[in-house]
Structure formats: C-alpha cells, structure tokens
C-alpha cells in the first residue's frame, strides 16, 4: 500500500543529505498535488480552509515572482513540519514561512522553526530594524548547527543568508545593502 503524504513528510525528519533532497523530490512528484487554475506554479494537496493558507499563498506567489516553483505542504497535525517546498532550476529546498508582523520578534520566530526545516523564509516588513535583524539570524545560525540558509522576502525584494555570509565580519554591511535598499 502506498504511503500517505503525511508518512513520507515524516520520513523527512530522519534523512540528511542527497536522501532528504531526493526524499523533497518524491514529495513534490505526489500525485495529490495539483496548481492551482490561478497560478500554475503553486501547487497544492488542498488546506484552503486553514487558518493560514491565505498567508502562505500570497508567500507563494513571491516566490514564484521570483522564479521558483511553490508546493504548499499540508499540516499533518501529527508532528511539526515546514510550510513549502520550493524548487527552482531542479534543486528542490523545504522552508519553513515566518510572517514578521512586529517589532523585535525575529528572533523568537526564528527559534520556533526548528525542528520544522533547515530553512527558514522570513517575510519581513519594510521597517524592521536592520541592525537587530543581523543580529537575530547571526545569532540563529551560531546556536543551530543545522540551519543551512534564511531566505527574507521584503516588499519585492529577496536575498538569501547562508552560514558562511551571516558569519562573516562583513555580514551587517551585506545585509544592510539587501535590506535597506
């Protein structure tokens, strides 16, 4: 018997490496999903009625602005789990959304993905501290050895952190260039 999406989405949170992007791949290959009539690089397993779909849909057509191919993941209920799959040029990454809605939380919101992705995609508002913002990813990537990338999407905006640039003595002045611009 075939496995539910909920059981493969589990089978994530054991693999690492070219298992979980090839484990990404088979999610996002499911029959189940389907793009939507609007948007036909959104593809969806349903959850329409969440509390949150709206939210996650307007992300998505971000990312898809921004050339990526969008697969909103359901909520299993059962366990925590990230929000999209994002694909772009055949390389597949699993992101978990934070809406920034105040000021001085990104930390917080940073924290509260773990255990949900390795990747965390922060929509920002156009007036956030850029020197607390630097300082909360910093801090995210120092305390977390597995978090691989934080992806901001800000207004039309969207750059990407990885490890190696939010350690960098550098890392303010780059991110003040994305950010403030």
Same mark, same amino acid.
Do not use: C, W
């Given at each position: 018997?075939?496995?539910?999406?909920?059981?493969e989405?589990?089978k994530?949170?054991?693999?690492?490496?070219?298992?979980?992007?090839?484990?990404?791949?088979?999610?996002?290959?499911?029959?189940?999903?389907? %793009?939507?009539v609007?948007?036909?690089?959104?593809?969806t397993v349903?959850?329409?009625?969440d509390?949150?779909?709206?939210?996650?849909l307007?992300?998505?057509?971000?990312?898809?602005?921004h050339?990526?191919?969008?697969?909103?993941?359901?909520?299993?209920? @059962?366990?925590?789990?990230a929000?999209?799959?994002?694909?772009?040029?055949?390389?597949?990454?699993?992101?978990?959304?934070?809406?920034?809605?105040?000021? +001085?939380?990104?930390?917080s919101?940073?924290?509260? %993905?773990l255990g949900?992705a390795n990747?965390?995609?922060?929509n920002?508002?156009?007036?956030?501290?850029?020197?607390?913002l +630097?300082?909360?990813?910093?801090?995210?990537?120092?305390?977390?050895?597995d978090v691989?990338?934080?992806?901001?999407?800000?207004?039309?905006?969207?750059f990407?952190i @990885?490890?190696?640039?939010?350690?960098?003595?550098?890392?303010?002045?780059?991110?003040?260039?994305?950010?403030?611009?």
């Amino acid at each position: 018997m075939e496995n539910g999406i909920t059981e493969e989405l589990a089978k994530l949170r054991t693999l690492r490496g070219a298992d979980f992007v090839k484990q990404l791949k088979a999610i996002a290959a499911r029959k189940e999903f389907h %793009s939507l009539v609007t948007d036909p690089d959104i593809f969806t397993v349903g959850g329409e009625n969440d509390a949150d779909y709206q939210s996650l849909l307007l992300v998505a057509r971000k990312a898809v602005e921004h050339g990526y191919r969008v697969y909103l993941l359901p909520n299993p209920h @059962d366990f925590r789990t990230a929000d999209f799959i994002l694909e772009r040029r055949n390389v597949y990454k699993l992101f978990d959304l934070k809406n920034i809605t105040g000021k +001085a939380i990104v930390g917080s919101r940073l924290l509260e %993905s773990l255990g949900q992705a390795n990747r965390v995609l922060l929509n920002m508002p156009s007036d956030y501290n850029t020197r607390l913002l +630097a300082a909360d990813i910093k801090n995210y990537f120092n305390s977390n050895t597995d978090v691989l990338e934080v992806m901001v999407f800000r207004g039309k905006k969207m750059f990407s952190i @990885d490890k190696t640039m939010a350690r960098s003595t550098s890392f303010y002045r780059i991110l003040k260039n994305y950010y403030e611009q």
